[in-house]
């Protein structure tokens, strides 16, 4: 089955910087690659995913990277504030017409931000 | 290393019956969250639970649904009646209260509870 790999564990940056949170996966056969960002208490919520047949993605302050051939995918988020400490999560499925295999989920990365 | 349980790992139940299924999260664990997964879908998020209350909800979770944590070790998801689309794959998760210096927020999740509803 799928195994998702994703470090760090935790990270601190200064307010302002830029963080990086990486992610392999060991099924070449997924295609979807989603990231969670969960804040304390709440449910996660996605807040970019990519899809194998694009290299990269982004969304104002957050893009996302994937490297087909080196199986790993990773989240980028410039200018980093406050508001975007919390917990993030990357995952990794299959998706066919009839639906995805199940996300496979990393073990999640907490993000602190400096102020 | 420690880890979170979930029993049973599977149950059959018919449709209209009450289920429960039941979490040992990792025991200096604060926060405690349900998820469910239904065949072929993502992961959706259910609820989550801190200080003997809920702290959010998903729409998912409606009157039919209920969690407990009757002791200091289990943690409960009760479906009242179930229906066939509650047929999923149920993960239990906790993690520890972030911001202290030994707590990463991790999110820890167990292996899951298959529900099939006939």
């Known amino acids: 089955g799928e195994n998702v790999e994703q470090h760090p564990s935790t990270l601190s940056v200064q307010e302002g910087d830029s963080a990086v949170i990486k992610c392999t996966y060991s099924?070449?056969?997924?295609?979807?690659f989603p990231w969670y960002k969960q804040e304390l208490g709440k449910g996660p919520q996605l807040i970019i995913d990519?899809?194998?047949?694009?290299g990269e993605k982004k969304d104002q302050r957050i893009a996302v990277t994937l490297n087909k051939t080196a199986k790993h995918f990773s989240l980028h988020i410039t200018e980093t504030q406050p508001e975007d400490s919390a917990v993030y999560f990357c995952?990794?499925?299959?998706?066919?017409?009839?639906?995805?295999?199940?996300?496979?989920f990393g073990k999640g990365t907490h993000l602190i931000i400096q102020p | 290393e420690p880890e979170v349980t979930q029993t049973p790992s599977h149950q059959v139940t018919q449709m209209g019956q009450e289920v429960i299924l039941r979490c040992v999260p990792i025991?200096?664990?604060?926060?405690f969250y349900w998820y469910r997964q239904i065949l072929g879908q993502k992961v959706e998020f259910l609820v989550s639970?801190?200080?003997?209350?809920?702290?959010?909800k998903s729409e998912i979770f409606d009157d039919q649904f209920s969690v407990e944590r009757p002791d200091g070790s289990n943690f409960t998801l009760k479906i009242r009646s179930t229906k066939l689309e509650d047929s999923a794959m149920y993960f239990c998760?906790?993690?520890?209260?972030?911001?202290?210096?030994?707590?990463?927020?991790?999110?820890?999740f167990g292996e899951g509870s298959r529900l099939t509803v006939l």
């Open positions: 998760a906790s993690s520890l209260l972030a911001g202290g210096p030994m707590d990463t927020g991790e999110l820890f």
């Open positions: 099924d070449s056969a997924s295609n979807y």
């Open positions: 990519i899809r194998s047949n694009v």
């Open positions: 995952a990794a499925s299959f998706e066919s017409g009839g639906g995805a295999d199940g996300l496979t």
């Open positions: 025991s200096n664990h604060l926060y």
């Open positions: 639970f801190y200080n003997n209350e809920i702290s959010e």
